[in-house]
């Protein structure tokens, strides 16, 4: 998705019901991580030489609730 001049990943999670936690909350430190090198390759190919800002958001459905959070994650720097 593209936000102005901004690159969004987003990262759509669902759980119910909820007993071991949010959608948001499962998204672990090594999904994560799997994320952005995925994210980077992906910018690598798209954009040669100077790459535009991005940022990771979350779409988490917990049941019939919907929460988007925006900059869930990221790196600091360039991807």
């Known amino acids: 998705?593209?936000?102005h001049e901004t690159i969004?990943?987003?990262?759509?999670?669902?759980?119910?019901?909820s007993r071991y936690g949010?959608?948001?909350s499962s998204i672990t430190s090594a999904k994560q991580q799997r994320l952005i090198r995925a994210a980077a390759c992906w910018m690598r190919q798209q954009f040669r030489g100077a790459e535009?800002?991005?940022?990771?958001?979350?779409?988490?459905?917990?049941g019939e609730a919907v929460g988007w959070i925006?900059?869930?994650f990221g790196v600091s720097g360039p991807l």
């Open 70 to 72: 925006k900059g869930a």
């Open 8 to 17: 969004v990943f987003i990262e759509v999670r669902f759980r119910s019901p």
């Open 52 to 62: 535009p800002a991005s940022r990771f958001d979350v779409v988490a459905l917990d």
């Open 1 to 3: 998705m593209q936000d």
């Open 22 to 24: 949010g959608a948001a």
